[in-house]
């Protein structure tokens, strides 16, 4: 198969890329090397070191705001190979995941309608037969079995972003459009904050991983310590803190944040989960969990800071707590249960699916928007715009806090339920709470 050029298969495929239609596409075998020019033929060491060297995915612009984008995949072994990309491939639609095979050679691939700001975490499942899930699409045993196939993903080794592991263990790449939101970029020479990982003895519940972020800045802190002046610091709380910290290199985005001056300087503490089964019950509802956050945690963050001449705000209009799915439920309960020392929440893609599913911390922040007396604090949404019932719910909050006349922002990114946006975004959600820094004080 020889290649063409990227030219012939925009023309060719153009009644494929209509304005605004995304999705899988359906291509003849011999238009997918179009984009990899070159005499070789596809599938020879020749062709893949073409590829390696362009990097994947392989992304060609369509017309207007529609691209085309091949996800490739080299194995020649397995039977069939499923690529978990959103919001085209999920247990409701396993045959949009599953790559075409390019007969006698060793090449899979997909091809996806994708917009410019699209942007998704992906990974390749090879498989010794095609996946046929044992029930219904939302039946327990299916989600079970979804869940343990998507955690033996692995990464795509062509492509040459940084890849990382989501909380199952999964192993995942970003592909995102040319407009799709980025994670800022570290400026040479920026001067690096301290990330220190200790752990947080919970009374009765066991030893928590725990994270601190001390931003880089002037003072006399001991232990290589830097300290961002001699003022007290705003504070972040975030949720599932052993990604953030171990995967996502938290500290690199803080220290772009701050050197970019998106945000004031601020302490971040990523508090960790013991394990899946824990964090399903300490995040979305547990009042025990929060009151141990802000009485027992937060306090020993303190001392421990003060202590290297570090000053961390007990003010809860400088604090801002932020999660992701359970995490983003969590932060929104916490600013209703601890106004004292939670006054502002991040929720990002909030596992906020009432009224649709009978979820009893879900119907608990309904209820709470309704009742509840105005809050002066921040709130910050954002959410997929691809996903489902959690996208609905997430525009109902944010009615019903303007209708409450609270400072709201609900931003949609055209993702799903992804940890790929959650980082590319998470800067601009504690901007909007935070706000850059003015002068030589604390403006918001």
Known sequence: MQATSPASVVRDLRPLLREGVRGRLSLAAERLCAVVAGPAAVGSDAWWDEVARIGTPLRVPGPGT???TLFLHRDAHAAAVYVDVQPFADRSHLAD??????????VWWAAFATGPQWVSGYGFLPLDEEP????GRDDAATRAWWLDLL???VHDVLNPSPSYRGLRGEARSVARGPRAPRPPALPDGAPPGVLERRTWQRPGAGAYPVWTYVPPGSGHAPAGFPVAGRRELPLVVLHDGQVWAEQLDARSLFDA???HRTVTPFVAVLVGSLTRAERGRDLPD???????????????VTRHLAD?????????????VAGQSFGGLAALQEVRHRP????NALAQSGSLWWPDLDDASARDVAGWLRTAGPRTGRTVLQVGAHEGTITDANREVRDLLRGRREHVVLTEVDGGHDWAWWHACLGTGLAEVLGPPKGTGWSR
């Open 66 to 68: 529609t691209d085309l």
């Open 97 to 106: 995941g599953l790559m075409e095979h390019v007969p006698g050679t060793d």
């Open 286 to 300: 547990s009042t025990a969990y929060y009151d141990d956050l802000a009485d027992h945690l937060l306090p020993e």
């Open 308 to 320: 290297r001449g570090v000053r961390l705000t007990r003010d809860p209009a400088l604090t801002v």
């Open 257 to 259: 944040l701050v050197a």
């Open 340 to 343: 004292d020392r939670f006054g």
């Open 151 to 153: 955690g033996r993903s």
């Open 132 to 135: 046929v899930a044992p029930g």
